[in-house]
């Protein structure tokens, strides 16, 4: 699946995993993106890859 939101784009972010220590390691942070049926632009059923925060916001119409 993809790991970008097809709405508002939002993507992985990096940032540091630090330890009790301060010790800083590598790691992502990444979207809460669901597969979900939406309304397409004609008024048809299409797969989306959306994150949650534009499905409760209503940007996206969902089917079911």
């Not at 699946?1 to 784009?9: Q, V």
């Not at 989306?48 to 119409?61: A, D, E, L, Y």
Request: hydrophobic share 25%; charged share 25%; net charge positive.
């Amino acid at each position: 699946m993809a790991r970008n939101c097809e709405i508002c784009g939002k993507g992985a972010l990096s940032g540091h995993r630090v330890s009790h220590s301060n010790k800083k390691n590598n790691r992502t942070f990444k979207p809460n993106i669901q597969s979900v049926r939406a309304i397409g632009p004609h008024g048809n059923h299409v797969k989306m890859n959306v994150c949650t925060r534009c499905i409760r916001s209503g940007k996206v119409k969902k089917v079911g």
